[in-house]
């Protein structure tokens, strides 16, 4: 299999309009916090906590599969994981969502990996020859 590569950057993929918000959103929320608390500090605290919160929204994130598996790159991490891990993997709209459960379980979203691409149908069938696959 041909290695492939790919990179998400949702705050350049998504609309102006739902960036412009989320700025918003955080700019009051850091005002009431330094306004509430009567301190510049917090607001700043407030500022950073919520941006590194957002941190996958904001910054890019680096995807690269292979025949052993997949590799998730965000600022400094650097996570690799193998296809053995993985039984199921379902298509979504703005990525794929892989399982370690061959069934839809409940424990799916604290155990999963969802990969995010504008293409996921070209991800999804080449995750789909090395992982036994099916939809939820």
Same mark, same amino acid.
């Given at each position: 299999?041909?290695?492939?590569?790919?990179?998400?950057?949702?705050?350049?993929?998504?609309?102006?309009?739902?960036?412009?918000? !989320?700025?918003?959103?955080? !700019?009051?929320?850091? !005002?009431?916090?330094?306004?509430?608390?009567?301190?510049?500090?917090?607001?700043?605290?407030? +500022?950073?906590? !919520?941006? &590194?919160?957002?941190?996958? *929204?904001?910054?890019?994130?680096? *995807?690269?599969? #292979?025949?052993?598996?997949?590799?998730?790159?965000?600022?400094?991490?650097?996570?690799? *994981?193998?296809?053995? #891990?993985?039984?199921? &993997?379902?298509?979504?709209? #703005?990525?794929?969502? +892989?399982?370690?459960? &061959?069934?839809?379980?409940? +424990? #799916?979203?604290?155990?999963?990996?969802? +990969?995010?691409?504008?293409?996921?149908?070209?991800? *999804?069938?080449?995750?789909?020859?090395?992982?036994?696959?099916?939809?939820?």
């Amino acid at each position: 299999m041909q290695t492939k590569t790919w990179v998400s950057h949702p705050l350049k993929e998504e609309s102006k309009k739902k960036s412009t918000l !989320l700025f918003l959103a955080i !700019l009051s929320v850091t !005002l009431i916090a330094g306004w509430s608390f009567e301190s510049v500090i917090f607001a700043l605290l407030s +500022l950073v906590l !919520l941006t &590194a919160s957002m941190s996958h *929204y904001f910054f890019s994130t680096h *995807y690269n599969i #292979d025949e052993n598996g997949f590799t998730v790159s965000h600022l400094v991490t650097n996570r690799q *994981y193998l296809w053995a #891990d993985f039984h199921r &993997a379902v298509l979504h709209p #703005d990525g794929i969502f +892989l399982s370690p459960f &061959a069934k839809p379980h409940r +424990l #799916d979203s604290f155990r999963g990996q969802f +990969l995010k691409s504008s293409n996921p149908q070209e991800i *999804y069938n080449a995750i789909n020859q090395h992982i036994q696959t099916g939809s939820a």
